[in-house]
């Protein structure tokens, strides 16, 4: 099968451009568990830092 140089790179950068998207993506849903768990800590009184 024979990719040209074009394509190729098209595919390289769409595929890169996806992984970044997920990773983006997984840590900003992350980081809002993370606030939504300190707000209910915070509520509780039982703020540690």
């Known amino acids: 099968m024979y990719i040209d140089a074009g394509t190729?790179?098209?595919?390289?950068?769409?595929?890169?451009?996806?992984?970044?998207t997920c990773l983006i993506f997984f840590r900003q849903i992350t980081a809002w568990c993370r606030?939504?768990?300190?707000?209910?800590?915070?509520?509780?009184?039982?703020d540690i830092g």
């Open 35 to 46: 606030t939504q768990f300190r707000r209910k800590e915070r509520e509780n009184g039982t």
């Open 8 to 20: 190729g790179s098209m595919l390289i950068q769409a595929a890169a451009a996806g992984v970044f």
